[in-house]
């Protein structure tokens, strides 16, 4: 059984509580609400541009009831950066003024965004305008914070083998695009490896704007390049790859590091020394906006959004980035061939993390019969099992599969 709500203009019911009710979409006593929902899909699936933007939310799907939690979440990270030192915490807090940016919940607690606190750190320390003693306990918390993130964040070597198909169907169904279609772009606030891993799991070639020399420097230049297969190339051009996607690290990565010679990213052996790289834009500092990389990646996300016949897929994501919520609503001001898909855990929940402003605005379009938005409640997991698969296998992904099986059934025991 598959249950999910979803709010869209072919579907706009509420039950007493003015929530979409939860359907079960394999009854066929819902066949009218599912189809609705599968017609979005099917456009989604088959746009000219697909964008995907991917938040947290894909990543705590890795996270089995009664097992230890592998991937954290954004209030995870929060309580192990306090847990470092709760005191110096505790002044940390006091000496960037945090609670008066913060805010609170709706239901009144203290709003817990590790990413905005590390931008108001980053703010105070070149002021200087803070004490001495105040000042490095303030750049020491930093460094350690980022360290705590790069370590709790690094748990794909931890995921087991039978926790990845979600994510390996995902990038299998939506990256092997037919040849009249764009290349899948996938834009993602998380600093995990998760994608990147699926990628290889599924033979995806990853174009991530990082050269593929080594030691791998950070080159926009890499995302206008394309592969092609020279053996089935015709005398004007090549035959171009199926298996490409394109994927923009908004917020950074855990094997990102920033030196006097650039970017560069960490492989294997190769340890580049410098600093990590993690943004994290917030509305109070918009001036990270005009540092690379994160000025190429917001430059790729709002060309992509302002194209014609593009499907934006928002995944997993609260909509709690200023930036990249600014880039959306004004593509649907203003991109008349844009659609737009928020799928993720509880977005129609008051209390939840999805943010109330996008919430409200969606509804009210939606409501008002704008069929280019949806908005569905459901896990990852479940999401990716309802996306329509276009992709019909080569012989030469056939051979292999059943050569990777024979494999497989030899190594038993």
């Given at each position: 059984m598959k249950e999910v709500s979803f709010f869209l203009s072919d579907f706009k019911q509420l039950?007493?509580?003015?929530?979409?009710?939860?359907?079960?979409?394999?009854?066929?006593?819902?066949?009218f609400a599912s189809s609705a929902l599968n017609r979005f899909l099917n456009q989604l699936v088959d746009a000219e541009n697909l964008v995907v933007l991917a938040g947290s939310g894909t990543s705590l799907t890795f996270n089995r009831q009664g097992l230890p939690k592998v991937a954290p979440s954004m209030a995870d990270l929060w309580a192990s950066c306090r847990n470092l030192d709760v005191a110096r915490f505790d002044e940390v807090l006091r000496s960037v003024k945090y609670d008066d940016v913060a805010g609170t919940w709706q239901d009144g607690l203290q709003r817990q965004d590790i990413e905005l606190l590390l931008s108001l750190c980053d703010s105070y320390l070149p002021l200087k305008n803070l004490s001495s003693t105040r000042h490095?306990?303030?750049?020491?918390?930093?460094?350690?914070?980022k360290q705590n993130i790069i370590k709790e964040t690094s748990f794909v070597d931890r995921v087991p083998h039978d926790s990845w198909p979600a994510?390996?169907?995902?990038?299998?169904v939506l990256g092997k695009r037919s040849p009249k279609q764009k290349r899948l772009k996938v834009f993602t606030t998380n600093y995990d490896l998760a994608f990147e891993v699926a990628a290889s799991n599924t033979g995806m070639i990853v174009i991530d704007g990082f050269e593929f020399s080594q030691p791998h420097r950070f080159n926009p230049a890499w995302f206008h390049y394309d592969i092609v297969n020279r053996t089935q190339a015709s005398e004007?051009?090549?035959?171009?790859l199926p298996n490409i996607i394109h994927l923009y690290k908004v917020h950074g990565s855990i094997d990102w590091v920033r030196t006097t010679a650039g970017v560069y990213k960490q492989t294997g052996a190769d340890k580049t020394s410098g600093e990590p790289v993690f943004i994290y834009p917030s509305s109070t500092k918009y001036q990270s906006s005009y540092d690379s990389p994160y000025l190429d990646m917001m430059a790729a996300f709002l060309e992509a959004v302002q194209k014609p016949k593009t499907a934006l897929?928002?995944?997993?994501?609260?909509?709690?980035?200023?930036?990249l919520n600014n880039a959306i609503t004004m593509a649907l001001r203003t991109n008349s061939e844009i659609m737009v898909?928020?799928?993720?855990?509880?977005p129609f929940n008051p209390q939840g993390a999805f943010n109330p402003e996008i919430r409200s605005q969606f509804m009210n379009a939606i409501t008002a019969g704008d069929s280019r938005l949806a908005i569905v409640d459901c896990t990852f997991d479940t999401f990716v099992s309802l996306l329509p698969d276009r992709h019909k296998p080569s012989p030469e992904e056939t051979l292999l599969n059943m050569f990777e099986q024979?494999?497989?059934?030899?190594?038993?025991?």
């Amino acid at each position: 059984m598959k249950e999910v709500s979803f709010f869209l203009s072919d579907f706009k019911q509420l039950d007493a509580n003015g929530l979409p009710p939860r359907i079960d979409i394999d009854s066929q006593t819902n066949e009218f609400a599912s189809s609705a929902l599968n017609r979005f899909l099917n456009q989604l699936v088959d746009a000219e541009n697909l964008v995907v933007l991917a938040g947290s939310g894909t990543s705590l799907t890795f996270n089995r009831q009664g097992l230890p939690k592998v991937a954290p979440s954004m209030a995870d990270l929060w309580a192990s950066c306090r847990n470092l030192d709760v005191a110096r915490f505790d002044e940390v807090l006091r000496s960037v003024k945090y609670d008066d940016v913060a805010g609170t919940w709706q239901d009144g607690l203290q709003r817990q965004d590790i990413e905005l606190l590390l931008s108001l750190c980053d703010s105070y320390l070149p002021l200087k305008n803070l004490s001495s003693t105040r000042h490095r306990k303030v750049s020491e918390f930093l460094i350690a914070a980022k360290q705590n993130i790069i370590k709790e964040t690094s748990f794909v070597d931890r995921v087991p083998h039978d926790s990845w198909p979600a994510h390996n169907r995902f990038i299998s169904v939506l990256g092997k695009r037919s040849p009249k279609q764009k290349r899948l772009k996938v834009f993602t606030t998380n600093y995990d490896l998760a994608f990147e891993v699926a990628a290889s799991n599924t033979g995806m070639i990853v174009i991530d704007g990082f050269e593929f020399s080594q030691p791998h420097r950070f080159n926009p230049a890499w995302f206008h390049y394309d592969i092609v297969n020279r053996t089935q190339a015709s005398e004007k051009g090549g035959a171009y790859l199926p298996n490409i996607i394109h994927l923009y690290k908004v917020h950074g990565s855990i094997d990102w590091v920033r030196t006097t010679a650039g970017v560069y990213k960490q492989t294997g052996a190769d340890k580049t020394s410098g600093e990590p790289v993690f943004i994290y834009p917030s509305s109070t500092k918009y001036q990270s906006s005009y540092d690379s990389p994160y000025l190429d990646m917001m430059a790729a996300f709002l060309e992509a959004v302002q194209k014609p016949k593009t499907a934006l897929l928002c995944i997993g994501f609260g909509f709690n980035d200023k930036h990249l919520n600014n880039a959306i609503t004004m593509a649907l001001r203003t991109n008349s061939e844009i659609m737009v898909m928020a799928a993720t855990k509880d977005p129609f929940n008051p209390q939840g993390a999805f943010n109330p402003e996008i919430r409200s605005q969606f509804m009210n379009a939606i409501t008002a019969g704008d069929s280019r938005l949806a908005i569905v409640d459901c896990t990852f997991d479940t999401f990716v099992s309802l996306l329509p698969d276009r992709h019909k296998p080569s012989p030469e992904e056939t051979l292999l599969n059943m050569f990777e099986q024979v494999i497989a059934r030899g190594n038993q025991p």
